[in-house]
């Protein structure tokens, strides 16, 4: 999967490697080791499931979104997914608890 980005309209479509596009709306980023990630939602599909995508640079330096197919890499950015995603929900509960 490939795309340009535009990281300030939040919106993507995403041509997969059989040529169908669908379009995603962007969760959130993440950066390892000067690597970033990204995590899309379907933009028309309700599940709590996401993508997760580097973004690497071209030879022009235009930005693409690609599949992470090393094992390992994978499980590092979905562990920092994770953990950036548990945060914020802690956060967002403190706040409520708050204004009780």
């Not at 709306?25 to 000067?34: N, Q, R, W």
């Not at 690597?35 to 995508?53: F, G, Q």
């Amino acid at each position: 999967m490939e795309e340009n980005l535009d990281f300030e309209n939040g919106l993507f479509n995403l041509v997969d490697e059989d040529g169908n596009e669908s379009a995603f709306e962007l969760l959130g980023s993440v950066e390892i080791d000067d690597v970033t990630y990204v995590a899309l939602v379907p933009a028309e599909n309700e599940d709590d499931e996401y993508v997760l995508l580097k973004v690497t640079t071209d030879e022009d330096g235009s930005e693409l979104l690609v599949t992470i197919d090393d094992d390992d890499e994978f499980d590092r950015a979905v562990a920092a997914f994770e953990e950036e995603f548990e945060c914020e929900i802690d956060l967002d509960d403190d706040e409520d608890e708050a204004d009780d």
